[in-house]
């Protein structure tokens, strides 16, 4: 490899790092509630600058969602994958954490409720 294959690489990598930080940080809005959606239906709706910890009982199963320093994630789960807990935290608007088993979808929505619009709709 030449002297200019490894600034080509060096610059592109950089140019990645920029949009990934411009991206997560500038654009992306924080969120000001977190929806809990059972079965399509909201369930309860939180506000983010509340910190509490909430049990969600469903006919499918429990699930504990902790609301902590303006950031929700589900710390306990009775699925057996328990890849809603493996999720992490969320606390920009439109992220969410799914617990399919459970039919559990916990999201992050702006003041008015609502999550950012979609860019496209694929499979229909």
Known sequence: MKKQD???IFALLAV??????????????????VQVLVDGEIFYEYNLDENG???IET???VNTLVIKDKKAYVSEADCPDKLCV???EISKSGQS????PHKL???IVDDEGE???LDAIVGQ
């Open 6 to 8: 490894f600034i080509l």
């Open 16 to 33: 990645a790092v920029v949009a990934f930080f411009v991206i997560n940080n500038v654009i992306s809005k924080d969120g000001a509630k």
């Open 53 to 55: 910890e909430y049990s």
């Open 59 to 61: 006919d499918m199963g």
């Open 86 to 88: 493996k999720q992490g």
């Open 97 to 100: 954490v799914i617990c399919l």
């Open 105 to 107: 979808v916990v999201t």
């Open 115 to 117: 999550t950012p619009e």
